[in-house]
C-alpha cells in the first residue's frame, strides 16, 4: 500500500523563479498539509487542504499557494523565489483536516533555490 | 517564540538502556500531541501520539507520558535499539485545521 508520494525528490531554482511541487496522499486520505522545514528546524506549517478547500494557513507570504484536486493529491506552488526559500518542503495526509489525528508524511522535496 | 521546545539538541544513550525525549509546550490550546522520528533524506514517520484526556499512552517499545500542569512531554524508548538513531521531534495540535507545531528536534544516538 503505498504511502505518500511527492516529486520531485529534489529539485534547484534560481532565485525569482516559480516552482510547482506536488503530493499524492494516503489512499482514502483526504487531507493534505504542507510543510517547510530549514535546516536544525522543525516543519513549520504552510498549508492545509481538506475537500479541495484550503482549510488553514500558516504564517507564509502570499507567494506561496496551494490547491487540492478532485482525487486528494495537491500542488504547492511558491512564486519569486528567494534564497531563503531553500528547505525541504514535507506534505502530509491525513483521514480527516479536524486535527487530533496522525499526520503521514511523504519523504519531502529538496528545494534549492541559488 | 517557540510554542513547542525541545531543548536538548542531541542525546547519547547505550544499547539496550532507556532513552527519554522531553518536550515543553506554552499553548495551553493544545490538547493533542505526537511524536516522529526522522532519519536523514527521508520524511517523519509518526510514532506515537497522545490526548490530553490522558496522561500515557503505550505501544511496544514506545511510551509517551503527558503533564498537562507543566505542559510537559515525554517519550521513553526501552530498550533502545541501534536502529533508533535518529532525530526526533516533539509536534503538538489545538484540533483546529492550522495544523501540527512542532519543536526543534532532538538527535538520539544509540551507542553500541
Known amino acids: 500500500d503505498a504511502g505518500v508520494t511527492q516529486s520531485p525528490t529534489h529539485l534547484i531554482k534560481t532565485r525569482g523563479q516559480h516552482v510547482t511541487l506536488r503530493c499524492s496522499p494516503i489512499?482514502?486520505?483526504?487531507?493534505v498539509s504542507w510543510y517547510q522545514q530549514v535546516l536544525g528546524q522543525g516543519p513549520q506549517f504552510i498549508f492545509q487542504?481538506?475537500?479541495?478547500?484550503?482549510?488553514g494557513r500558516g504564517n507564509f507570504p502570499d507567494r506561496f499557494s496551494a490547491r487540492q484536486f478532485p482525487n486528494y493529491s495537491s500542488e504547492l506552488n511558491v512564486n519569486a523565489l528567494l534564497l531563503g526559500d531553500s528547505a525541504l518542503y514535507l506534505c502530509?495526509?491525513?483521514?480527516?483536516?479536524?486535527?487530533?489525528?496522525?499526520?503521514?508524511f511523504g519523504q519531502g522535496t529538496r528545494l534549492t533555490v541559488v | 517564540d517557540q510554542q513547542v521546545k525541545q531543548n536538548s539538541p542531541s542525546l547519547s544513550v547505550q544499547e539496550g538502556r532507556i532513552s527519554i525525549l522531553n518536550c515543553d509546550y506554552t499553548?495551553?490550546?493544545?490538547?493533542?500531541f505526537l511524536w516522529y522520528k526522522k532519519y536523514p533524506a527521508e520524511g517523519p514517520t509518526f510514532l506515537i501520539s497522545?490526548?490530553?484526556?490522558?496522561d500515557k499512552n503505550e505501544d511496544g517499545r514506545f511510551t509517551v507520558f503527558l503533564n498537562k500542569s507543566a505542559k510537559h512531554l515525554s517519550l521513553h524508548i526501552v530498550p533502545s535499539q541501534p536502529g533508533d538513531s535518529a532525530v526526533y521531534f516533539c509536534?503538538?495540535?489545538?484540533?483546529?485545521?492550522?495544523?501540527?507545531?512542532f519543536g526543534k528536534g532532538t538527535h538520539l544516538i544509540i551507542q553500541p
Open positions: 489512499s482514502g486520505h483526504k487531507s
Open positions: 509536534a503538538a495540535s489545538r484540533g483546529g485545521a492550522d495544523g501540527l507545531t
Open positions: 497522545i490526548s490530553s484526556i490522558k
Open positions: 499553548n495551553s490550546m493544545f490538547d493533542y
Open positions: 502530509a495526509s491525513s483521514s480527516w483536516a479536524g486535527g487530533n489525528t496522525e499526520a503521514f
Open positions: 487542504y481538506y475537500e479541495k478547500e484550503e482549510r
